[in-house]
C-alpha cells in the first residue's frame, strides 16, 4: 500500500499541468477556441471553414502550438494513470500497454499539424484529419473515464480529507497544517 501512496503524489504531479494546460486552452485570451469541439468534429470541410470564420490566424496557430504542450502533459498522465491502476489492482501490464497511452498524443500531433495544413486552405487535409479526430477521441476516452475512476475512487476512499491532502501537499505548510477547516 507504500508504494501506492508514494505514486498518488506523482499522479497528481501529472494532473495538475494537464488541468493547467487544459484551463489556458480553454480560457487564456490569445488561445482559447471557444468552439474548439465544433471545429474538431466539422462534418466537412465548408463546415470546417465555417467553425473556424471568426478566429484569427494567429489564434488558431497559437492554440494549436500551446495543444502540443498539453499534448505532453495529458500523455504522461494517461501513464501514470495506467500505473497507478497496475499498482493499485497489484497487476504488472506488460511494456506494450504503456505504449497504447501514447496514441492518443501521438494521433492528437497528426490532428494539429493536419489542422496547421488545414488553416492554411489545404482542403485535401480534411479527411484524413476528420478520422484522425474521431479516432484520437475513442482512444482518449478510455484513459479520460480511467482518470475519472481514479479521482471518483480516490474520493470516496479519502472524502474531505482527500482534499486536505492535496492542499497539504501542494501548500507551503507541508504535511504538519493543522486547518483542517478550509478547503483548497
Same mark, same amino acid.
Given at each position: 500500500? =507504500?508504494?501506492?501512496?508514494?505514486?498518488?503524489?506523482?499522479?497528481?504531479? =501529472?494532473?495538475?499541468? $494537464?488541468? &493547467?494546460?487544459?484551463?489556458?486552452?480553454?480560457?487564456?485570451? &490569445?488561445?482559447?477556441?471557444?468552439?474548439?469541439?465544433?471545429?474538431?468534429?466539422?462534418?466537412?470541410?465548408?463546415?470546417?471553414?465555417? #467553425?473556424?470564420?471568426?478566429?484569427? *490566424?494567429?489564434?488558431? $496557430?497559437?492554440? #494549436?502550438?500551446?495543444?502540443?504542450?498539453?499534448?505532453?502533459?495529458? $500523455?504522461?498522465?494517461?501513464?501514470?494513470?495506467? %500505473?497507478?491502476?497496475?499498482?493499485?489492482?497489484?497487476?504488472?501490464?506488460? %511494456?506494450?500497454? @504503456?505504449?497504447?497511452?501514447?496514441?492518443? &498524443?501521438?494521433?492528437?500531433?497528426?490532428?494539429? $499539424?493536419?489542422?496547421?495544413?488545414?488553416?492554411?486552405?489545404?482542403? @485535401?487535409?480534411?479527411?484524413? @484529419?476528420?478520422?484522425?479526430?474521431?479516432? %484520437?477521441?475513442?482512444?482518449?476516452?478510455?484513459?479520460?473515464?480511467?482518470?475519472?475512476?481514479?479521482?471518483?475512487?480516490?474520493?470516496?476512499?479519502? =472524502?474531505?480529507?482527500?482534499?486536505?491532502?492535496?492542499?497539504?501537499?501542494?501548500? %507551503?505548510? =507541508?504535511?504538519?497544517?493543522?486547518? *483542517?477547516?478550509?478547503?483548497?
Amino acid at each position: 500500500m =507504500g508504494k501506492i501512496n508514494d505514486f498518488q503524489k506523482f499522479w497528481f504531479l =501529472g494532473l495538475a499541468p $494537464t488541468l &493547467g494546460g487544459l484551463l489556458l486552452l480553454k480560457f487564456c485570451k &490569445g488561445v482559447a477556441l471557444g468552439n474548439l469541439l465544433e471545429i474538431q468534429f466539422a462534418s466537412d470541410y465548408q463546415d470546417f471553414r465555417f #467553425q473556424i470564420r471568426e478566429h484569427s *490566424h494567429s489564434l488558431l $496557430t497559437n492554440n #494549436q502550438l500551446l495543444d502540443f504542450f498539453f499534448i505532453l502533459c495529458y $500523455t504522461v498522465l494517461f501513464m501514470l494513470s495506467l %500505473k497507478l491502476i497496475s499498482l493499485a489492482l497489484d497487476f504488472h501490464f506488460k %511494456k506494450r500497454a @504503456y505504449l497504447f497511452c501514447l496514441v492518443p &498524443g501521438l494521433l492528437d500531433v497528426l490532428e494539429n $499539424t493536419l489542422f496547421l495544413g488545414l488553416i492554411e486552405d489545404c482542403a @485535401y487535409f480534411f479527411t484524413a @484529419y476528420f478520422w484522425v479526430v474521431r479516432i %484520437k477521441w475513442g482512444i482518449a476516452a478510455i484513459f479520460i473515464q480511467l482518470i475519472m475512476a481514479i479521482l471518483l475512487f480516490y474520493f470516496m476512499l479519502n =472524502g474531505y480529507h482527500g482534499l486536505v491532502k492535496i492542499k497539504n501537499f501542494f501548500s %507551503k505548510t =507541508g504535511k504538519g497544517a493543522a486547518d *483542517h477547516t478550509s478547503l483548497l
